[in-house]
Each structure stands twice: as structure tokens, then as C-alpha cells.
């Protein structure tokens, strides 16, 4: 863990919950794994409070724990689920744009409650889609549970760990803390439930007016039913699924900005043939023949088999090869190397940030030596075609910024620089864990200005909160124009105008937060695929 | 540095042509501060990406970061008593639903022992004082010095397991002063078992009370 990822981690926690849960979890992620007094001890909190924070970051599955010899548990932090908090927004953003609606609220309420029943996701889901509904009209508890069906069926959603069934009559004391079994089986398996009822308004006056007989209502609900029929399995949003899909994203468009619209419309297609078939972490996809291909195509999709294959020859031959071609049997088999696919997205964006740092001269540079693997400095300033002195300056700039590295080959063994090749080269993959880390420290620094900014206008936050409350409140009792006016006008001109400051601040920093975080996604991917080929 | 040539540039080793000085140019000074908090960019940032799908991003980031501070899940700390009772206070107040967590996903340990506060902790706890440690006690003690004297390890060991005792005592002690005072918990589950188990935790992490006692303690014993 670098200090940079432990800092945004404690921002993210403390935003989220709190300053004493930000407190141990902070703690374990610099200690590891600790047991439940030692924490108390070393973080000074009162064996309470720890046991509340850990309950609460073990809900949210950001801490897992172990029992070890001698029945003592110790809690161990979760760190890059920690920093996943960031992503939270757009793994929502994504289901209703896959699910519409009751999608987005089912993995909101997921991710906002960090595990839940289905029964209860169900429920919720049901009472705030009614209540933006309009009155008189309800939201069914089936269509939801139907939504919910189709997310587990794409794996968006899985069950949790289950706590297995024990006999009660097993002698000797229970253990200290229940062992979790993945049922790999069920992971995807819903729970067949009977879920019939309609979401509730929180107002008992919204069901008044209505006009529905009161006596009617519980009926329906599950609200009074005692034993809920799927106690105990419980649901995560599967966010290793969400990270496929935006992965999958990511090279679809890059395929549409490299050659045109139809590849990448193959290239989704693909995709979404071995979706289910290729487990996540996967660095290829399983060969799929052109036929293959040509019958998954999109319906509206008129290319004919000859076109596909002319496609499908020129993504072979790009020199980014987004498809490899892999044999000859069934009209041409394709893959899709994925590994390779990260590693041209996490140069690009190397490249990109070099363009944007230092100027383009200096992002040709830097392809130069991309290209060539190994170049001595006299090299680079004859082939990029760029003055000697500008040149040297610039690759000296680039090397303390450290995208590009220095290799020294001596000719003798003393090392005497007289006798040494200096050869520069890009190692792309700790260029991108310097980026990667850049990145980190940057979202802290946007997270601590913003909370900067908000607390500098916290009073007058407050109050124009506390007015729009009142303006709601009178609005609702029937107040007149001019009343309302008057309320308005308690905040001053210039009061107004600060506002309007800090909400375009605020938003610009927020903003800037997911698309680093974009560019974070990429980068950990891209680590994450090649440390696992080596 | 090689050698001390003591003649400007002959102090480096390679030819400082190579790395971009012409002859006869002065070296730039060394830069002995750190660099500034904020240095200048030459390149200016390029703008963010906007659009519909951002914007919908950016409402439900905003509104996640406040339905959050609402869940119950949300630990606040708490507040110290202000002199003066805000009349605003009452109504930035947010009521939370209350948050059962499944125990039976959970290690024991972290159950909230809440229950018996009401009837009575101090006068239970004294009871299973009562009966707890006096039972234990005398005859593990008889059993340590029967083991020990077997090994013949004469007055020594007899020292240290007196020793011993008295850390035990005493790290006892701190444990039922720990329990006292958070009396709000200790519940069903089996106290006495629970304090064998996690005995060797509890006498070597106890929160500090008699550390600078046992510390000295060690240290007479590092003496002989």
C-alpha cells in the first residue's frame, strides 16, 4: 500500500462512513491483519465503537475476517475494494443504462447497503419507484424481482458467502466466528420467491388519499409475514463483472475511433459471445469461428458473410491486434486477445498524458522510443528530428518525470560512463503504476479541496437549505406568491452568487473524480492482466 | 567524484558536451529547496468531458455522497455538549433506521453485549468472580509448582512462577476493571471461557493501565 492509496482510502471511508470506521479501517490497511483487541488498543477507541465500525465495514464487505489457532479472529482490510467506493456512481450509471430503472435501484440499494436480501432489495426497490410514480399508480414487486432475476442472470448480482447449516445438535462450544462457504454452483441461483405486492408510499396520507381501504394494504405486503422465505442469502453486486463490462466498453470504442462503427459492432459482438463462457480474469476469449460470428450478429445488422470476413482479416492485421486470428477450421477462427487489448488502451494513455504534460514534441519523442524499445541518445535526437539540445532537454524532462527509464550497459566492467551504452526506453508497465499512483494522489487532492470548499461555506450551505426547506414547507401549506417571494429573498444577492460558485466548484471537482477514476480503471487492468502472465 | 582535479568541469567523469552543455557554458546551480507546492504547467489541462451520460454520473455521485451520511451504516462521532442549544440543531437532525446486522455472519466477538446492563451487571459479575477464579486459580497454581519443582529448577523457576502469578493477577485484574467499565456489554456467551481462550491477548495487550508496573517487573527479572 502507498501513502497515496492509504490517503484516499481514508477520505473515501471517512465520506462514507464516518470518521471512526475511517479510523480502523485505516488502521488494518496499515497493520494488516489484527485481531479485535489490538485494534482497540492501537487505535485508542473504545472496544464499542470498534466493534460497531468493524460490523459496519464487514456489511460493506471491505473487511473480511479469519479465525485463527487458539480461536482468535483477527480483520483484515480490504484495500482495493476500499478504493472501489470511487467507481460506486458509475457502476450504478451503467445498470440503468443495461436495466433502466428498477436495474439502477437494485444495485444502488446493493452497493448503498452493501449486502442485502433479495426479498428486501425487492421491497425497497418497489416503495422509492412508487413513490416518484405518480399517485394512484404502484410498482409491482414481481416486475422487480424479474429485474433482479435478469441482473443474476448476467452476473451483475451474486449471492454472498453463505454461513453453512449447522445441526444443533453438535456438542462443545459454537466457533468464534462463522466460517463462509462460496457455493459456486448458486453464485448466480435466485431464490424462488413468491413476491406478490406492490410498493408503499412512506406518507400514510399519500395512501389515504388514495382512497384504498387501509385494512387492505398489509395483506399484500410481506410486511407481517414472519419467516422471511429467503433469510440468510444474502447479495453483493459483483463488481469483477461490472469492471468486464466496462473493459469490454473500453476496447469496443477504441476499436469505433480506430477503424469505423461495424468493426467495433463485431467486435461487441465478440465480446458478448464469450461473456459468459470466458471467466473474467481471462487474458484471451474462446476461439470463435467467422460463422459463428456472422449468426450472433445483431439482427439489424446487414453485412454480409463476406464483408464480416473482410473485417475480421483487417482487425487480424491491424498492428494493435484487437483480434488474433487463431486458426483456419470453420471459415477462420478469432480470438479476442484481451491482454493485449489493456496494454494498447494503457499505452495510449501514457501517450496521451505525455501529449498533454509536456507538448506534442515531446510525446513524439516518447513514441519514438515506444516504437524502438532501445535507443541511445544520439539516437533519439536524429530520428525524432528534433534539435539536438531541445531534444536532450526533453527526454531529460520526460526521465525525472520518470516515463521513460535509463538503461546502462557498461562495456567494462568498472562502469565508467566513457564506456557505457545509456540506453533509453519506455517500461510501460511502471510508467503506468507511476501514473496509476499519480492518479491516486490526485482524486485525494480534488476529495480534501472539495471538502475544503464545502466547509468554507458551510453556514451558508446550511442556510439556504434551511430556506428551501421552509419555502417547501409553506409551499405545501398553500402560501402566496408574495410570502414565498419574501422567503426567497432572505438570501442575498451576493449570498446567491457564492452559492452558485461553490455548486460550479463542487461539480468540477466531482467530475474530475470519475474521469480519473476512468483512467484509474484502465490502469489497474492493465496491471492487474500482466502481473497475472508473469 | 573521481579524484579531486580540481579544475571545473575536469570534476566529471564523462564528457559534459554529451549531455547538452556547450564548452565554455555555465552550469545551472544546484537546486538545493524543494520544488514549489505548485509549480507552473506549460501545458494548460484539457477540459472535462461533458454530455448527458457525465452529467447523470456526476447527480447520482452527488447524491450517493449524501444518501450515504443518511444510512445507518454512517458512524458519527459523538458531539460534545454545546453551552447553547442550537434551535437549528433539531431540524439538521436526520433520523436514521436503525441497522440490525445478521449475527450469525459475524464472529461472536463483535456482538454488542448490551443486555443484562439492566439487571445488574457489577452484582453478576462479582458472583462469577466468586465463583470463577478461586476454583481455577489454587489448583492450576498447585499444578504449575508440582510440574516445576519436577524439573528441579530450584528457586529460580519458584521466582519467576511467583512472578508469573503476580502478572496474572494483575493482567485478571485489569480485565474485570476493563469489563466494569463497559459493563454496557457481556451477554449470553460464555465469559469465562471466552477469557481462557484469549487469556494470552488479554495479559499481553491489556490497554495499558499497569503496562509501566509489569514493565518493571521485567526488568528486575532481566537484572538477575
Not at chain 1, 435501484?105 to 405518480?134: C, Q
Not at chain 1, 480534501?448 to 409551499?475: D, G
Not at chain 2, 458519527?76 to 436526520?94: A, F, G, L
Amino acid at each position: 500500500m502507498t501513502q497515496a492509496e492509504i490517503k484516499l482510502c481514508s477520505l473515501l471511508l471517512q465520506e462514507h462512513f464516518g470518521e471512526i470506521v475511517e479510523k480502523i479501517g485505516v488502521h488494518l490497511i496499515r497493520t494488516g491483519s489484527q485481531p479485535l483487541k489490538v485494534i482497540a488498543h492501537d487505535t485508542g477507541t473504545s472496544l464499542d465503537q470498534v466493534k460497531k465500525a468493524l460490523c459496519v465495514l464487514i456489511q460493506h464487505n471491505l473487511v473480511i475476517y479469519q479465525v485463527h489457532k487458539r480461536g482468535v479472529v483477527e480483520y483484515e482490510a480490504q484495500c482495493s475494494r476500499v478504493l472501489q467506493m470511487l467507481r460506486y456512481p458509475r457502476y450504478i450509471y451503467t445498470t440503468k443504462t443495461l436495466y433502466s430503472d428498477p436495474g439502477e435501484l437494485i444495485v444502488e440499494e446493493l452497493l448503498l447497503n452493501g449486502k442485502l436480501t433479495m426479498s428486501a432489495v425487492v421491497k425497497k426497490v418497489a416503495d422509492r419507484l412508487t413513490e416518484t410514480m405518480e399517485d394512484g399508480k404502484t410498482m409491482d414487486y414481481a416486475e422487480v424481482s424479474n429485474t433482479f432475476a435478469r441482473l443474476a442472470d448476467t452476473h451483475f448480482v451474486q449471492r454472498c458467502p453463505l454461513v453453512p447449516t449447522t445441526d444443533n445438535s453438535d456438542p462443545g462450544p459454537p466457533p468464534p466466528a462463522p466460517t463462509l462457504v462460496i457455493n459456486e454452483k448458486d453464485m448466480y441461483l435466485v431464490p424462488k420467491l413468491s413476491l406478490i405486492g406492490k410498493g408503499k408510499r412512506r406518507r400514510s396520507s399519500d395512501e389515504d388519499a388514495a382512497g384504498e381501504p387501509k385494512a387492505k394494504r398489509p395483506k399484500h405486503t410481506t410486511d407481517n409475514k414472519e419467516p422471511i422465505p429467503d433469510d440468510g442469502i444474502y447479495w453483493q453486486a459483483n463488481l469483477d463483472r461490472f469492471h468486464q463490462h466496462f473493459r469490454d466498453q473500453a476496447i469496443v470504442s477504441a476499436v469505433a475511433n480506430r477503424m469505423d462503427q461495424t468493426s467495433s459492432e463485431i467486435v461487441r459482438t465478440m465480446l458478448r459471445m464469450s461473456e459468459i463462457t470466458t471467466p473474467s480474469g481471462a487474458p484471451f476469449t474462446q476461439p470463435l469461428s467467422s460463422n459463428e460470428i456472422f449468426r450472433s450478429l445483431p439482427v439489424g445488422y446487414n453485412i454480409s458473410k463476406q464483408v464480416l470476413d473482410q473485417y475480421l482479416t483487417l482487425l487480424a492485421d491491424d498492428p494493435l491486434e484487437f483480434v488474433g486470428k487463431s486458426g483456419d477450421s470453420g471459415g477462420g477462427m478469432y480470438v479476442k486477445d484481451l491482454h493485449k487489448a489493456l496494454a494498447s488502451l494503457a499505452t495510449a494513455t501514457l501517450e496521451s498524458v505525455v501529449q498533454e504534460r509536456f507538448g506534442s514534441r515531446c510525446a513524439r519523442i516518447f513514441r519514438l522510443v515506444l516504437q524502438k524499445k532501445h535507443l541511445e541518445q544520439k539516437q533519439v535526437e536524429d530520428f525524432a528530428m528534433i534539435p539536438a539540445k531541445e531534444a536532450k532537454d526533453m527526454l531529460y524532462k520526460m526521465l525525472s518525470e520518470n516515463f521513460i527509464s535509463l538503461q546502462e550497459i557498461p562495456k567494462t566492467p568498472d562502469h565508467a560512463p566513457s564506456r557505457t551504452f545509456y540506453l533509453y526506453t519506455v517500461n510501460i508497465l511502471s510508467a503506468a503504476r507511476m501514473l496509476l499512483h499519480r492518479c491516486y494522489k490526485s482524486i485525494a487532492n480534488l476529495i480534501e479541496r472539495r471538502q475544503f470548499e464545502t466547509k468554507e461555506n458551510k453556514r451558508l450551505l446550511e442556510k439556504s437549505q434551511r430556506v428551501e426547506a421552509i419555502i417547501a414547507s409553506m409551499q405545501a401549506t398553500g402560501a402566496e406568491e408574495a410570502q414565498l417571494q419574501e422567503i426567497e429573498e432572505m438570501i442575498t444577492a451576493p449570498e446567491r452568487q457564492q452559492l452558485e460558485t461553490l455548486k460550479r466548484n463542487v461539480n468540477k471537482l466531482d467530475a474530475s473524480e470519475i474521469q480519473v477514476d476512468e483512467t484509474i480503471f484502465l490502469l489497474e487492468s492493465y496491471i492487474e492482466s500482466t502481473m497475472k502472465r508473469l | 567524484m573521481a579524484g579531486n582535479k580540481g579544475r571545473g568541469r575536469a570534476a566529471f567523469t564523462f564528457n559534459v558536451e554529451a549531455v547538452g552543455f556547450s564548452r565554455g557554458e555555465k552550469l545551472p546551480d544546484v537546486v538545493l529547496k524543494p520544488p514549489p507546492p505548485f509549480p507552473d504547467t506549460d501545458y494548460k489541462p484539457a477540459p472535462l468531458k461533458t454530455g448527458e451520460s457525465e452529467d447523470y454520473v456526476l447527480a447520482l455521485k452527488q447524491e450517493l455522497r449524501e444518501t450515504m451520511k443518511r444510512m445507518p451504516y454512517f458512524i458519527e462521532t459523538p458531539e460534545e455538549n454545546q453551552d447553547i442549544e442550537r434551535y437549528s440543531k433539531r431540524y439538521m437532525k436526520v433520523y436514521k433506521e436503525e441497522w440490525i446486522p445478521d449475527w450469525r455472519r459475524l464472529p461472536r466477538e463483535l456482538m454488542p453485549r448490551k443486555k443484562c446492563k439492566k439487571a445488574g451487571p457489577n452484582s453478576k459479575q462479582a458472583k462469577d468472580r466468586g465463583k470463577g477464579t478461586p476454583l481455577i486459580n489454587p489448583s492450576d497454581v498447585l499444578k504449575k509448582i508440582e510440574e516445576l519443582e519436577k524439573q528441579g529448577d530450584g528457586e529460580k523457576s519458584d521466582e519467576e512462577n511467583e512472578e508469573k502469578e503476580g502478572s496474572k493477577d494483575k493482567s485478571k485484574e485489569g480485565d474485570d476493571a476493563d469489563d466494569e467499565d463497559g459493563a454496557a456489554e457481556q451477554e449470553d456467551y460464555d465469559e469465562e471461557e471466552q477469557e481462557e481462550e484469549n487469556d494470552y491477548i488479554n495479559s499481553y495487550f491489556e490497554d495499558g493501565d499497569d503496562f509501566g508496573a509489569d514493565s518493571d517487573d521485567n526488568m528486575d527479572e532481566a537484572t538477575y
